[in-house]
């Protein structure tokens, strides 16, 4: 009996020592990130039995103590915002899924390293953790891999070359490229959105202009008067007429072709002129309606050196008021691979491109002149702009303005370089309005783009056609290397842009046109990152746009509290736990959701533990009164023989 006695007492010492442990763990890592608390319950068991000491005592059974122990999983931590983009929390059941190291053994090397792929069949492989505290490390190219506390690589799933995520695919140890760079994409589509106020105005059909004439026999001057009819969206007929007495003009009537600017393609230089017969002499006038169609002119600019020279512009009218520019500069200086830029002025005689009046070029600059300093520095280029704007040819045809309502946008070409388009609409009736394209930027090509005409409803809706396809080509100058290596190479880079207006409406209002949405933009490098709610590591880069890094896997079990526990944070699948699912967040069951920036505290409660600490305390120095009593009782008996 005695014995039963202090055998109890032993093990219920043994057991609340362990409970004082797990107490113990518990407030250590009451700050732990994602810990679990454990607590230990006792259950009875039999330690001893024994024969009555008389027949009618029947069997005396002694019962002792012993421990389980249960991790409180489910439960909840407090969500505590952080300071780092990097951390996750996880507000629901379920968890992050890592990967252990694996090992790679190259003859007597040895190292360790993220796998190729994990599956949640080996739980040697794959653990369970809350701990949402991630940090990085470099892995063998470059490569940034997350990883949770304890070495582990954090699991998920990376983009494909289409920048899709598979969550039905192999996980994988997830990462980013610190020095991603993203290609662009060119624009291919646009939407236009806003009102056209109903009462703009109208297109005029029809207008005159007027040039000069002198009567060479006379010396004295007249005006031609020029009637323009339009035809459609870029024709016009243009038919020329003189008040002055006795003269007749042969020649006419003329096609004018023009855009929305007013710039002329044609006629042709040669197939604009007139001929004037006069009552007053013999002597005809012979005269262009667009004017001369050569010019020349000068710019100023300077060399790697800083010294100023002197570039020779040769002006060649194409068509209309289109020019060909072609620029020399002196021997020595250097060369010009692409020499020559389009110029175009608008009705007005004004450049609208180049807008700003500098002409670009890429200059080859001479080796023996600038680089004999260093014979072994490769050819230098630059970007050279040469100011056109002091000499300019003259423009003798001219279309008055029509009003239209603009709205502009950028569309990034081939090369990935951003250029600006416009779209203008002009009224030319009740509910009709010419939809025209064009970019400044292009260096216009030979014909204009035709404009689309559109049909609003009574009710304000675009009825019919909705669409137009516009195709630019433009001159990219692009530039590789930094300081004396640094180089710039001409390419010509192309767009194909269809414009959707199905969105527009027509309404009596002042309220003009809204906004253009286009799907293209430039190259970018990361500059940053941040995990969405689903999970999601997303980039940000230089050119405004982002793009999914990778994301990360969820599991969840039918019994989560059964969990095998490797520490306070991070558990093991066992079979007492279940089946195993593993999805996206936002797929999974329960409503879970992921906090960004924040972290899931310990579900320890100080008071509790401090409260519990107390009675275990008390139970074990109770127990040890209870050994040393039997222990005094077995020493009387001892005593006896003596």
């Known amino acids: 009996m005695l014995w039963g006695a202090m055998n109890n007492a032993s093990m219920a010492m043994m057991a609340n020592s362990w409970d004082m442990g797990s107490i113990s763990q518990n407030i250590s890592n009451v700050n732990t990130t994602g810990y679990k608390r454990k607590e230990t319950l006792f259950k009875t068991v039999m330690s001893e039995s024994k024969a009555g000491p008389s027949t009618s005592s029947g069997k005396l059974n002694i019962f002792g103590v012993q421990t389980a122990d249960r991790s409180h999983i489910t439960a909840q931590g407090m969500i505590a915002a952080s300071t780092q983009s990097t951390d996750l929390a996880i507000n629901g059941n379920g968890f992050f899924m890592v990967g252990k190291p694996q090992a790679n053994i190259s003859g007597t090397t040895y190292s360790s390293g993220p796998g190729s792929a994990y599956s949640v069949d080996s739980p040697g492989q794959v653990m369970y953790t809350r701990a949402g505290n991630f940090y990085t490390a470099s892995g063998p190219n470059k490569e940034s891999y997350f990883m949770a506390n304890g070495g582990n690589y954090l699991l998920g799933w990376m983009p494909d070359e289409n920048g899709v995520i598979d969550t039905s695919g192999e996980l994988t140890p997830v990462y980013s490229m610190p020095d991603t760079l993203m290609e662009g994409r060119v624009t291919s589509t646009a939407t236009v959105r806003g009102n056209l106020p109903a009462n703009a105005a109208l297109s005029p059909s029809t207008f005159s202009t007027s040039q000069s004439i002198v009567d060479p026999n006379t010396g004295t001057s007249y005006s031609m ?112 691979a692409d020499s020559t830029v389009r110029v175009a002025f608008d009705g007005q005689g004004r450049m609208i491109s180049p807008s700003t009046g500098n002409l670009p070029f890429v200059v080859d600059w001479d080796d023996a002149t600038y680089n004999t300093t260093n014979p072994d520095k490769t050819a230098m280029t630059s970007e050279v702009s040469l100011y056109a704007g002091n000499n300019l040819p003259a423009n003798t045809l001219t279309r008055p303005d029509v009003h239209t309502e603009k709205l502009s946008t950028q569309v ?136 999914a890094l990778f994301k990360v896997a969820f599991a969840q079990f039918v019994s989560e509290n059964s969990l095998e526990s490797v520490s306070g944070t991070l558990f093991r699948r066992s079979a007492e736990a279940g089946d195993v699912t593993v999805s996206g967040v936002e797929d999974a069951k329960g409503g879970v959701s992921f906090a960004t920036s924040s972290l899931e505290t310990s579900n320890v409660d100080i008071g509790e533990e401090f409260t519990k600490m107390i009675v275990t305390q008390k139970a074990y120095s109770t127990n040890a009164t209870v050994f040393k009593t039997a222990d005094e009782m077995t020493t009387v008996a001892r005593d006896l023989k003596a």
């Open 225 to 336: 008067d020029l009637a323009w009819q339009r035809v459609n969206g870029t024709d016009w007929t243009v038919t020329p007429s003189t008040t002055a007495a006795g003269a007749t003009i042969s020649g006419g009537p003329f096609t004018i072709k023009s855009d929305v600017n007013g710039v002329i393609y044609e006629p042709a230089p040669g197939a604009d002129g007139i001929s004037v017969s006069w009552g007053s002499g013999p002597l005809t006038t012979t005269q262009n309606l667009l004017g001369p169609s050569t010019h020349s002119s000068t710019a100023t600019f300077y060399d790697p050196k800083g010294t100023s020279q002197t570039a020779n512009l040769t002006w060649t009218r194409t068509s209309g008021n289109l020019w060909d520019v072609t620029v020399s500069v002196p021997a020595g200086v250097g060369t010009i």
């Open 412 to 547: 990034w070409d081939s090369s990935f370089q951003g250029h600006d388009a416009s779209l203008a609409f002009e009224r030319v009736g009740p509910n009709q309005w010419y939809v025209h394209s064009y970019s400044t930027e292009s260096g216009y090509p030979d014909t204009p783009p035709t404009p689309v005409l559109v049909t609003f409803n009574g009710k304000g809706a675009l009825s019919g056609n909705s669409t137009i396809d516009s195709s630019w080509t433009w001159t990219d100058s692009i530039v590789e290397g930094e300081g004396a290596a640094k180089t710039t190479t001409a390419v010509d880079a192309t767009a194909a842009v269809t414009f959707d207006f199905s969105e527009l409406t027509q309404f009596d209002s002042s309220a003009a046109l809204g906004s253009i949405d286009q799907n293209g933009y430039g190259q970018g490098s990361l500059i940053g990152a941040y995990f969405n709610d689903k999970g999601v590591y997303t980039g940000q880069y230089t050119n405004g746009e982002t793009q």
